[in-house]
């Protein structure tokens, strides 16, 4: 349903694209299809049926790694076939030493013109903050690209769609800053939920771009109010939302009205938590914000003269943090009534599964990761490392390719771009950052910047506080059938080929006009593509690509496509066929 309601020929504005979808899937079904009833994965005590972790096929592989990295590639799903279970697979994720972006701009960064390098000279960042600004785009890009903790940085690219914070807003002029809070996404990503939270609220980017950063006690005197803005999002879009939900992710009623989780004048007592904080400069004024690395980068500090130690009753005033309290007492009291809200759960857990799995989970698959945030088996709540196993090993999972009514999510724009340059192994280029006409630091970088960055999604660069897009949102055909497809926010009504297949086709514009240096390595497919092996070429590009769900019109069409420009140069013709497998609807429906 969502790929023929969709995207039969309406979304995907590429000219060369002359075919809808339909027919049958050339790629290898599941032999295990055994469906499980609600309850809590891993309780020997269940009555559920076991579910088999082990890697069937090369497609599921590739469907599996599409979900859990930045994009497959043919040697990871040799590596995941050959190790046989996710189990075995995850578990060396788990154990991968994290790549950290503040330490990849420090080692990469070379100064050129008489600069210093910036490891040494770390207060250049704001000296130089323009021009950093894309040395973050580049420490992101390579690491998502070539990292080897691929799992742990795809979770932490989910939970900056959730905690967000932007290059767009008061953060513009502050990169390091937003690449350290970054790096708070990458540590705790396997962590606890609560700690996660907790590193979050005291990371002066946030701090800055919620307005809650040097955020004083109110004074009657002359009728001022602690800042709001941190006290309402904290709850409305990193913890419990907006109404009480069920463990399945549906809404609690009363009187067949869904339940609001807090008011207004809960926002007011909350923000009276959030007080006391400013950056780790040694004041609390306003002149002094964001003054150097340091305070940019670390934990903001408590000035209890600024706190407001008075009583705080929040969440409907169920829940009270007494008089007296110091300002990190009261935050983390605060935050951790947040934790232990019932709603925290399934709130996450269905962001979470959005983000990685599917748009539309069922109330199954949602109550099993919301079970599991909730108690890990080991009696702890809000561990991260069991809720992601819990969502990519679920079986709706690794089997709901096989109900395409509801199943799967639209690529992110982003995501076809990391999926490009790492399933034809991209290579990098020298670059020198430059601010203006200065040249300040060299490095190899893919240096895709300045195209608009697919729609305008690049890293830690939404709009709003509200994410690129909705968790929620779909267009009219699918909300009128209770669907989601929030990453067609980001599509427009002419799709997103302009950069795609710019960056695809080598397009000698796009390329010069940005500098970009990312080179595809595509010999394999010219080698096919010389010898005319067409089936070869589309066998390989629909294991990597599409993960064996290349639809037989859609093959048929790219087929007939290559035989009729057959006298095209060998690279060109890969690459057009390139172009026309990842603007088919096949591809931009992850399943």
Same mark, same amino acid.
């Given at each position: 349903?969502?790929?023929?309601?969709?995207? =039969?020929?309406?979304?995907?504005?590429?000219?060369?694209?002359?075919?809808?979808?339909?027919?049958?899937?050339? $790629?290898?079904?599941?032999?295990?299809?055994?469906?499980?009833? $609600?309850?809590?994965?891993?309780?020997?005590?269940?009555?559920?049926?076991?579910?088999?972790?082990?890697?069937?096929?090369?497609?599921?592989?590739?469907?599996?790694?599409?979900?859990?990295?930045?994009?497959?590639?043919?040697?990871?799903?040799?590596?995941?076939?050959?190790?046989?279970?996710?189990?075995?697979?995850?578990?060396?994720?788990?154990?991968?030493?994290?790549?950290?972006?503040?330490?990849?701009?420090?080692?990469?960064?070379?100064?050129?013109?008489?600069?210093?390098?910036?490891?040494?000279?770390?207060?250049?960042?704001?000296?130089?903050?323009?021009? &950093?600004?894309?040395?973050?785009?580049?420490?992101?890009?390579?690491?998502?690209?070539?990292?080897?903790?691929?799992?742990?940085?795809?979770?932490?690219?989910?939970?900056?769609?959730? &905690?967000?914070?932007?290059?767009?807003?008061?953060?513009?002029?502050?990169?390091?800053?937003?690449?350290?809070?970054?790096?708070?996404?990458?540590?705790?990503?396997?962590?606890?939920?609560?700690?996660?939270?907790?590193?979050?609220?005291? =990371?002066?980017?946030?701090?800055?771009?919620?307005?809650? &950063?040097?955020?004083?006690?109110?004074?009657?005197k002359v009728g001022s109010h602690p800042d709001e803005n941190y006290a309402r999002e904290v709850m409305q879009l990193f913890t419990i939302g907006l109404y009480e939900l069920n463990m399945d992710g549906s809404k609690k009623t009363k009187k067949g009205k869904p339940i609001p989780t807090y008011t207004q004048a809960d926002i007011r007592q909350m923000a009276k938590v959030f007080t006391g904080?400013?950056?780790?400069?040694?004041?609390?004024?306003?002149?002094?914000?964001?003054?150097?690395?340091?305070?940019?980068?670390?934990?903001?500090?408590?000035?209890?003269?600024?706190?407001?130690?008075?009583?705080?009753?929040?969440?409907?005033?169920?829940?009270?943090?007494?008089?007296? $309290?110091?300002?990190?007492?009261?935050?983390?009291?605060?935050?951790?009534?947040?934790?232990?809200?019932?709603?925290?759960?399934?709130?996450?857990?269905?962001?979470l599964i959005q983000r990685l799995v599917t748009s539309n989970p069922s109330p199954e698959y949602m109550e099993r990761v919301s079970k599991v945030f909730a108690d890990n088996g080991k009696g702890v709540r809000g561990d991260l490392k069991a809720v992601v196993k819990a969502i990519l090993l679920d079986d709706e999972a690794l089997r709901g390719k096989h109900d395409p009514d509801t199943f799967?999510?639209?690529?992110?724009?982003?995501?076809?771009?990391?999926?490009?340059?790492?399933?034809?192994?991209? *290579?990098?280029?020298?670059?020198?950052?430059?601010? $203006?006409?200065?040249?300040?630091?060299?490095?190899?970088?893919?240096?895709?910047?300045?195209?608009?960055?697919?729609?305008?999604?690049?890293?830690?660069?939404?709009?709003?506080?509200?994410?690129?897009?909705?968790?929620?949102?779909?267009?009219?055909?699918?909300?009128?059938?209770?669907?989601?497809?929030?990453?067609?926010?980001?599509?427009?009504?002419?799709?997103?080929?302009?950069?795609?297949?710019?960056?695809?086709? *080598?397009?000698?514009?796009?390329?010069? &006009?940005?500098?970009?240096?990312?080179?595809?390595?595509?010999?394999?497919?010219?080698?096919?593509?010389?010898? *005319?092996?067409?089936?070869?070429?589309?066998?390989?590009?629909?294991?990597?690509?599409?993960?064996?769900?290349?639809?037989?019109?859609?093959?048929?069409?790219?087929?007939?496509?290559?035989?009729?420009?057959?006298?095209?140069?060998?690279?060109?013709?890969?690459?057009?066929?390139?172009?026309?497998?990842?603007?088919?609807?096949?591809?931009?429906?992850?399943?």
């Amino acid at each position: 349903m969502l790929k023929k309601i969709i995207l =039969h020929g309406v979304l995907l504005g590429l000219s060369l694209f002359m075919f809808g979808c339909g027919g049958s899937s050339t $790629g290898n079904t599941q032999t295990e299809t055994q469906p499980v009833a $609600g309850g809590d994965p891993g309780n020997d005590t269940n009555t559920t049926v076991s579910v088999s972790h082990k890697v069937t096929s090369q497609q599921e592989a590739s469907s599996f790694l599409s979900r859990a990295t930045f994009g497959a590639t043919e040697e990871e799903i040799a590596s995941l076939v050959k190790a046989g279970d996710y189990d075995t697979w995850l578990d060396a994720q788990f154990a991968k030493t994290p790549s950290y972006h503040v330490a990849w701009a420090h080692s990469h960064a070379k100064g050129v013109n008489g600069i210093a390098d910036l490891n040494s000279s770390r207060e250049d960042w704001k000296k130089y903050s323009d021009g &950093l600004g894309v040395l973050q785009r580049d420490a992101w890009w390579d690491i998502a690209v070539n990292g080897e903790d691929q799992l742990r940085q795809r979770v932490a690219f989910a939970l900056s769609e959730i &905690l967000v914070i932007s290059r767009n807003g008061p953060l513009l002029t502050f990169p390091d800053a937003r690449i350290s809070y970054y790096d708070v996404l990458v540590k705790d990503a396997f962590g606890n939920f609560e700690t996660l939270l907790q590193d979050v609220t005291y =990371h002066p980017a946030m701090g800055r771009y919620l307005s809650y &950063l040097g955020n004083a006690k109110g004074d009657p005197k002359v009728g001022s109010h602690p800042d709001e803005n941190y006290a309402r999002e904290v709850m409305q879009l990193f913890t419990i939302g907006l109404y009480e939900l069920n463990m399945d992710g549906s809404k609690k009623t009363k009187k067949g009205k869904p339940i609001p989780t807090y008011t207004q004048a809960d926002i007011r007592q909350m923000a009276k938590v959030f007080t006391g904080l400013s950056d780790d400069n040694g004041q609390f004024e306003a002149e002094a914000y964001f003054n150097s690395f340091h305070a940019r980068t670390a934990p903001m500090a408590a000035f209890e003269s600024e706190h407001d130690s008075s009583e705080k009753k929040i969440l409907h005033g169920q829940k009270v943090i007494a008089a007296g $309290g110091d300002t990190k007492t009261d935050i983390n009291a605060a935050l951790h009534i947040l934790f232990m809200h019932p709603n925290v759960a399934p709130f996450i857990s269905k962001q979470l599964i959005q983000r990685l799995v599917t748009s539309n989970p069922s109330p199954e698959y949602m109550e099993r990761v919301s079970k599991v945030f909730a108690d890990n088996g080991k009696g702890v709540r809000g561990d991260l490392k069991a809720v992601v196993k819990a969502i990519l090993l679920d079986d709706e999972a690794l089997r709901g390719k096989h109900d395409p009514d509801t199943f799967g999510k639209f690529r992110e724009p982003l995501l076809y771009v990391s999926h490009l340059f790492r399933a034809f192994h991209a *290579k990098n280029g020298e670059h020198t950052l430059q601010q $203006g006409d200065t040249k300040l630091y060299r490095y190899q970088s893919f240096n895709f910047n300045g195209t608009g960055m697919m729609k305008q999604e690049g890293p830690l660069e939404a709009l709003t506080v509200f994410n690129y897009f909705s968790p929620d949102d779909a267009p009219s055909v699918l909300k009128k059938q209770g669907l989601a497809a929030p990453e067609l926010e980001l599509y427009g009504k002419e799709g997103i080929d302009d950069v795609l297949m710019g960056l695809i086709t *080598k397009n000698g514009f796009v390329y010069r &006009l940005y500098n970009i240096t990312a080179e595809l390595q595509l010999d394999t497919e010219k080698a096919l593509v010389h010898e *005319k092996k067409y089936d070869a070429l589309l066998d390989r590009l629909d294991l990597v690509l599409t993960a064996g769900d290349l639809s037989a019109d859609t093959r048929k069409a790219i087929k007939k496509y290559m035989q009729e420009h057959a006298t095209l140069d060998d690279e060109k013709l890969v690459r057009y066929t390139i172009g026309l497998v990842m603007t088919s609807p096949d591809y931009a429906l992850q399943q």
